[in-house]
């Protein structure tokens, strides 16, 4: 264990339990100013491998990425990108499409996996999960395997809210769609498209000329309060949009359609990217926004809160994660130096929870030259955010 998890496990020893069974901190922590404060670390090592798994990472090449050498013998634990926060204190997290794009990921198997972290230990440790597949068909053109297990070659998936019927909504960037699967990772319904926007990798591209990047689609994607709406938030501009403006739509879960509102979230510099989303109210939503930098080259990594007004979304800052009070370290800031951080969860309402994407084997943004860890921190921010209460839920 290192000095960070036995520094983190005292303070949070000295604070109280929140639903769940995650740590916080004590009531009155000393940060100054509008900082944001440190308060729970855990970590799971970057060669974490599905038991039992089918070997993966065959299209990566034989030469060492980061001291690691593909292929790899499992389907590695990795690219956290989206999270849902479970009553027991257990987390489901979404996998990315596996090695970064469409044509090295068709043996990278998509999978919602549940997560434990230990913040007394700084430790986590993976019960389980299951891997999302197309059984019935759903999907309307060829997938990469027989078996219609979904690979990192059909979708690229971002983003998971889940609903009160305990089915699974992801945000996907090759479409981009909407998917929607049961508890068992099963696809439930054909994959929605969003009008009027398609991606390079999207499967019935054919001639068309595509108006998104690619890798730009449904990075975020949030879920009202009352369970009715879908807020998915794209990564990249829409060709024609001002540069570093990202359209974010509402989508009507009893419809099942599209209601033709769209709200504008303002890029800090069009080279930036956000990460997820979370809302916390009718209208409020908090969205990480980064660059595309990684340890000590990394200059923003921000959580904001971004609320609707009219049709933009108008932003306040809520913690620089570069720039984290540490109780323990008062002197020097706690750095979350990831190039991609793209998990966000609310736990109460002045604490979130944030993940890394370690983009594995490829960011090296924690140590370098190693591939990096699947990081946990928990944040207590300097005001309370009046959350709604059916943000919990």
């Given at each position: 264990?290192?000095?960070?998890?036995?520094?983190?496990?005292?303070?949070?020893?000295?604070?109280?339990?929140?639903?769940?069974?995650?740590?916080?901190?004590?009531?009155?922590?000393?940060?100054?100013?509008?900082?944001?404060?440190?308060?729970?670390?855990?970590?799971?090592?970057?060669?974490?491998?599905?038991?039992?798994?089918?070997?993966s990472g065959a299209q990566l090449g034989t030469s060492p990425i980061n001291g690691v050498t593909p292929p790899f013998s499992g389907q590695p634990v990795q690219g956290f990108s989206g999270v849902v926060r479970n009553r027991d204190g257990?987390?489901?997290?979404?996998?990315?499409?596996?090695?970064?794009?469409?044509?090295?990921?068709?043996?990278?198997?998509?999978?919602?996996?549940?997560?434990?972290?230990?913040?007394?230990?700084?430790?986590?440790?993976?019960?389980?999960?299951?891997?999302?597949?197309?059984?019935?068909?759903?999907?309307?053109?060829?997938?990469?395997?027989?078996?219609?297990?979904?690979?990192?070659?059909?979708?690229?998936?971002?983003?998971?809210?889940?609903?009160?019927?305990?089915?699974?909504w992801i945000g996907d960037e090759f479409g981009p769609f909407l998917l929607h699967f049961d508890g068992r990772g099963r696809l439930l319904e054909a994959p929605i498209e969003l009008p009027g926007v398609r991606a390079p990798e999207h499967?019935?591209?054919?001639?068309?000329?595509?108006?998104?990047?690619?890798?730009?689609?449904?990075?975020?994607?949030?879920?009202?309060?009352?369970?009715?709406?879908?807020?998915?938030?794209?990564?990249?501009?829409?060709?024609?949009?001002?540069?570093?403006?990202?359209?974010?739509?509402?989508?009507?879960?009893?419809?099942?359609?599209?209601?033709?509102?769209?709200?504008?979230?303002?890029?800090?510099?069009p080279a930036h990217a956000i990460g997820d989303a979370v809302a916390i109210g009718e209208r409020r939503f908090l969205v990480i926004e980064r660059d595309n930098l990684q340890g000590d080259a990394a200059r923003v990594k921000k959580v904001?809160?971004?609320?609707?007004?009219?049709?933009?979304?108008?932003?306040?800052?809520?913690?620089?994660?570069?720039?984290?009070?540490?109780?323990?370290?008062?002197?020097?800031?706690?750095?979350?130096?990831?190039?991609?951080?793209?998990?966000?969860?609310?736990?109460?309402?002045?604490?979130?929870?944030?993940?890394?994407?370690?983009?594995?084997?490829?960011?090296?943004?924690?140590?370098?030259?190693?591939?990096?860890?699947?990081?946990?921190?928990?944040?207590?921010?300097?005001?309370?955010?009046?959350?709604?209460?059916?943000?919990?839920?």
């Open positions: 264990m290192n000095r960070l998890c036995v520094a983190l496990g005292a303070i949070l020893l000295s604070g109280c339990v929140v639903a769940g069974g995650l740590a916080a901190p004590a009531a009155a922590d000393p940060a100054p100013g509008d900082r944001a404060v440190l308060t729970g670390f855990a970590s799971l090592p970057a060669l974490t491998f599905v038991p039992g798994s089918e070997p257990s987390f489901d997290v979404l996998s990315d499409n596996g090695y970064g794009a469409k044509a090295n990921s068709a043996d990278f198997l998509l999978r919602i996996h549940r997560i434990r972290p230990d913040f007394r230990t700084g430790t986590i440790t993976v019960p389980g999960g299951v891997n999302l597949s197309d059984p019935h068909g759903k999907a309307p053109f060829p997938l990469t395997r027989s078996d219609r297990t979904l690979t990192g070659a059909d979708f690229d998936v971002e983003s998971i809210v889940r609903t009160s019927d305990g089915t699974y499967p019935n591209l054919g001639g068309e000329q595509p108006n998104l990047a690619r890798s730009k689609g449904f990075e975020g994607m949030a879920r009202s309060v009352d369970q009715r709406r879908l807020y998915p938030l794209l990564e990249g501009t829409v060709a024609g949009d001002p540069a570093g403006d990202l359209r974010m739509y509402e989508f009507d879960l009893r419809q099942r359609r599209y209601t033709g509102r769209v709200w504008t979230y303002r890029l800090d510099d904001y809160l971004a609320e609707m007004r009219g049709k933009e979304l108008v932003k306040t800052l809520v913690a620089d994660l570069l720039d984290l009070y540490d109780p323990r370290d008062p002197a020097t800031p706690f750095r979350f130096p990831f190039q991609t951080i793209e998990d966000i969860v609310l736990l109460d309402d002045r604490t979130i929870g944030l993940l890394d994407d370690n983009n594995f084997p490829f960011s090296s943004g924690r140590t370098a030259g190693q591939p990096d860890p699947n990081e946990f921190i928990t944040v207590r921010l300097p005001r309370r955010l009046d959350a709604d209460r059916r943000a919990y839920r």
